[in-house]
């Protein structure tokens, strides 16, 4: 009697997590459904002065969205994106190669972009492919609008 509540136990804790990966990966499929996403790992960035660790980076996916770029969390069950970056309020600072534990931290090909938005600095984390893409979008705001992009 003990080993059969066991295994039913055991079985429905098994089924719990494949229910959960299930929908995590059913939530990556929705975003990704109105297509214009790629992989974009963030983070609140350091002074300037301080040097780069691989603490602090966060595994998402970004999704553009008009004016906007939406950037959700992979580990997440929120539909909602974490946070959202308006492109008149980005301002690119700068970009560099990963240093130090950053490389464990990322992507094996990603690049760090250093940017301002509404007075926060953030760093960004993407592909080469993501970045190139990533700059033509801001560099394509209607006319009018304040781009900087370094």
């Known amino acids: 009697m003990d080993v ?20 995590l990966g059913l939530r990556r499929r929705l975003i990704q459904r109105s297509g214009g996403t790629f992989d974009c790992s963030l983070r609140v960035a350091l002074p300037a002065d301080a040097e780069p660790t691989g603490k602090g980076w ?3 996916v970004a999704r553009y969205n008009g004016d906007r770029v939406e950037w959700f969390r992979v580990f997440s069950y929120a539909f909602r994106p974490r ?12 970009r560099r ?9 990322l992507l094996s090909d ?10 926060l600095r953030l760093e960004l984390a993407m592909s ?5 893409g990533f700059l033509a979008w801001l560099e394509a705001a209607p006319p009018g609008q304040r781009v900087n992009v370094a």
């Open 58 to 60: 966060v595994y998402g």
């Open 4 to 23: 059969i509540l066991s295994v039913e136990a055991i079985g429905a804790v098994v089924g719990a997590i494949l229910l959960a990966l299930f929908v």
């Open 128 to 132: 080469d492919d993501a970045l190139t």
């Open 110 to 119: 990603a690049v760090v972009l250093t940017c301002e938005h509404r007075g």
């Open 97 to 105: 190669e990963p240093r130090g534990s950053e490389e464990l931290a």
């Open 83 to 94: 946070r959202v970056l308006e492109r008149p309020s980005i301002e690119v600072e700068g």
